[in-house]
């Protein structure tokens, strides 16, 4: 306890986050959600905190998460891009393009999952588009996030009703609000497709009003 009031006393700042569990796993549970199970508190630095009790402080060390996810058309053009660490627009580029060669240049016998840089790659393919996700460490599962993808999708076909590239396209800022709802600082936080749209259901319902 010493070494930990000692520790404490010797940081400067500390970076707190809370963040509320996804209502979709009270009642049920999926893949997907499983991968929120299973997520931990995580900060840009090496060490974050977590209070377990009102008397104990934990540090506890960062585990990893979705780096980015894409969506991108046969044609190699990608149409969705949200990064969840930083990375200039050169350096975005260059790695867009070299995983939509690597993914594109692969058949569907082949596995789904790959290995790029230091990131863990999982995509799958839907029609014209490619939905690609990426991640960093060994300890995650890609099953899981395979099952978020088609999470991802159904939410969106839901919402779209047999959702295309086209709907994506003129309707760009509807699908960012899909993505953000369900994936929050690289972090799921969201599976439940009800809960996913409602919102964006009353911001239609008022703007038609």
């Known amino acids: 306890q010493r070494m930990i009031e000692q520790r404490w006393s010797e940081q400067n700042f500390f970076f707190l986050m809370i963040r509320r569990p996804p209502r979709s796993t009270q009642s049920r ?39 980015f996810i894409l969506m991108v058309n046969k044609q190699g053009q990608t149409r969705i891009a949200s990064y969840y660490k930083f990375l200039s627009v050169k ?21 789904s999952f790959v290995e790029h840089r230091q990131y863990k790659v999982v995509y799958r393919r839907y029609a014209s588009l490619y939905f690609i996700i990426g991640m960093d460490g060994d300890e995650e599962n890609e099953l899981a996030y395979l099952e978020f993808i088609h999470n991802l999708v159904e939410t969106m076909d839901k919402y779209f009703e047999n959702v295309c590239e086209l709907d994506i396209m003129f309707n760009i800022e509807k699908a960012h609000y899909i993505l953000d709802e369900m994936v929050m600082n690289g972090c799921i936080v969201e599976t439940n497709k009800t809960l996913i749209l409602t919102p964006l259901q009353a911001l239609d319902k008022a703007g038609t009003s």
């Open 91 to 111: 350096e975005r580029m260059i790695l867009e393009g070299e995983l939509i060669r690597k993914c594109l240049s692969r058949n569907e016998t082949q596995c």
């Open 29 to 67: 549970s999926s893949a997907a959600s499983d991968v929120y199970k299973r997520q931990v508190v995580s900060t840009q630095s090496t060490w974050g905190i977590s209070y377990r009790s009102p008397h104990k402080i934990c540090f506890i060390k960062r585990l990893p998460m979705i780096q």
